[in-house]
């Protein structure tokens, strides 16, 4: 996995950015907190189904190269 590293403008020293990402490491990045999200309940940060088919259109046909 990646790591975030910090280096001061002028210097050359690269430092690494201590992150709370053990979720991320033990799991697919994203994934944990989403399914605990959604068994308790939490949905108000969870794209809904209108929202998520208009990303399909959006965004998704792009990057496939066809129109939705």
């Avoid at 996995?1 to 403008?9: A, G, I, N, P, R």
């Avoid at 050359?12 to 994203?30: F, T």
């Avoid at 605990?36 to 259109?57: A, M, P, Q, Y």
């Amino acid at each position: 996995m990646e790591q975030l590293q910090m280096q001061e403008h002028g210097s050359i020293k690269v430092e690494p950015v201590s992150l709370e990402d053990a979720y991320d490491r033990n799991y697919k990045p994203g994934l944990f907190l989403q399914v605990r999200n959604w068994i308790e309940d939490k949905t108000e940060s969870l794209c809904g189904i209108d929202e998520h088919f208009g990303r399909v259109g959006s965004v998704y046909s792009k990057i496939a190269g066809f129109e939705f």
